[in-house]
């Protein structure tokens, strides 16, 4: 993604999803050129020069067509997606360019073998920007804005990329039946109307179509079916009586709705990266192998998810954690992102480290580093200060125990959540910083990765050495 300064091939820039389209290859005559959006609708746009237009000049034509308000002009960026790779262009990056390096760009950021890569195509999306922050997004009034951004929660919602809860995934499908279908329908309208869209056009596929297993099995999928549909029309009437107050069953009212409650996810507005981690040594033989893991990195912090499971194993805001990126030393060995964060051991608070095995290590590192040096300056800037915290912002001792007690108790009333981070299930190397060992991992610490932020650092860098082991 857009984490560095540098250009893609010899330098990388940054982060969806169908084969529909590819930008064409002339470059000086007129030519067309199909934009999709999350909704998978296209705008269709004839434009001359297109091999020397940036994405900032090709914006422009994009907020024309769909009438976006210049108020706007930074909720959106333009993505290359393909199955393999998802790149969020910077506005300066020539999109026609950047097509032809595509290859390129998978043998530098996929493992994908080659007759994939060869096949591969992009296309170029108008998506949410990864750095526009919440905050702004709730000051919109434009109501063409909003639908935009909630075609692309909804999406991501569906698709499992934003786990979430059942009677959060319930809710929000009962709020896109009001938003699509309206508000007025009685249970037989509104059942026949989602029978006829089908019911992942509103829940998440693994929540439509069941887990699977000896006793859903049993059940049969009509039956599980009939039960999530009686749900979805129980969530809707109430969604429903709540907007007939007031001005709330306006769509605009309603979209804010949604995506008000798409922000209560910590990893709303992430990108996306593939990745794996060391599953821990189970059985007799100790045998562990690697889990596919999706990493999403906001300007919130950073989230590492069950890609099969659909739920969180890590998530991190930046002041929590350390990271460093390490390239392949030998042949066959992995780029590798290192988080490090503070754990538990036996009742012994200890330094952890997990390590994500991705080619797209790189651009993760960048992006994490470039996210941390924008909330510095915002940081920076709304204080008025350098960062440093002044004795009447520091916390007293009364309200720091509140809030652990707060931050305990809402662990222990989260526990059971998809949102829930699960430390205990990830393969981690543990020890503590006084040079007393937890496990065969000592790692030598050097300069602060945190220098740039606000706050003081808690941990400093982490430089990775033949030594380092699984432990």
């Not at 073998?113 to 434009?142: G, H, M, T, W």
């Not at 009939?226 to 769509?251: D, F, H, I, W």
Request: net charge negative; glycine share 8%; with cysteine.
């Amino acid at each position: 993604m857009e984490g560095d300064d540098g250009d893609f091939p010899p330098d990388p820039s940054e982060p969806s999803h169908s084969q529909r389209g590819s930008v064409a290859s002339s470059v000086t005559r007129a030519q067309d050129l199909l934009v999709y959006l999350a909704s998978d609708s296209a705008v269709h746009l004839t434009l001359e020069g297109l091999g020397c237009m940036n994405a900032q000049e090709l914006g422009r034509n994009v907020r024309e067509a769909l009438n976006i308000p210049n108020s706007a002009v930074d909720v959106f960026a333009f993505w290359f997606c393909s199955p393999l790779l998802d790149l969020q262009l910077k506005p300066k990056h020539l999109p026609y360019k950047l097509c032809r390096q595509w290859q390129d760009l998978l043998y530098r950021f996929t493992e994908a073998p080659a007759e994939d890569i060869s096949q591969d195509e992009p296309c170029l999306l108008f998506k949410r920007n990864v750095f526009y922050s919440r905050s702004k997004e709730l000051q919109i009034e434009d109501e063409g804005v909003l639908r935009l951004l909630y075609d692309e929660a909804k999406l991501n919602i569906l698709e499992g990329r934003y786990p979430c809860d059942p009677e959060h995934w319930l809710k929000l499908g009962a709020l896109s039946c009001a938003i699509e279908l309206g508000t007025g329908l009685d249970d037989q309208a509104l059942t026949a109307a989602v029978r006829e869209k089908k019911l992942s056009s509103f829940l998440p596929a693994h929540a439509a179509l069941g887990g699977g297993g000896f006793l859903s099995t049993l059940r049969g999928r009509g039956g599980r079916n009939a039960e999530m549909e009686q749900n979805l029309v129980k969530e809707y009437r109430s969604v429903c009586s709540s907007a007939a107050t007031g001005s709330n069953q306006e769509p605009i009212a309603l979209l804010r709705q949604y995506l008000g409650s798409c922000h209560t996810l910590p990893y709303y507005g992430c990108a996306f990266f593939m990745g794996e981690i060391d599953k821990p040594a189970q059985g007799l033989l100790h045998r562990g192998g690697r889990k596919a893991v999706s990493v999403g990195i906001s300007l919130e912090g950073v989230y590492v998810m069950d890609v099969k499971e659909k739920h969180v194993l890590l998530g991190l805001k930046f002041s929590e954690l350390s990271w460093d990126h390490s390239y392949p030393e030998t042949e066959g060995d992995s780029h590798i992102l290192w988080l490090e964060f503070d754990g538990e051991e036996a009742g012994v608070p200890v330094n952890k480290l997990l390590k994500i095995y991705s080619k797209q290590a790189e651009l993760m590192s960048g992006l994490i580093e470039f996210c941390v040096e924008l909330r510095s300056v915002g940081e920076s800037a709304a204080t008025g200060t350098d960062g440093e915290v002044t004795p009447s912002q520091e916390p007293t001792g009364q309200e720091t125990n509140e809030k652990t007690r707060e931050r305990r108790q809402g662990k222990l009333r989260r526990q059971s959540s998809v949102v829930c981070s699960r430390v205990h299930s990830l393969n981690t190397i543990s020890y503590v910083d006084d040079g007393k060992e937890i496990k065969r991992l000592k790692p030598k610490r050097a300069a602060s990765f945190f220098t740039r932020q606000a706050q003081p650092p808690t941990y400093s860098a982490v430089q990775v050495t033949e030594s380092l082991e699984q432990g």
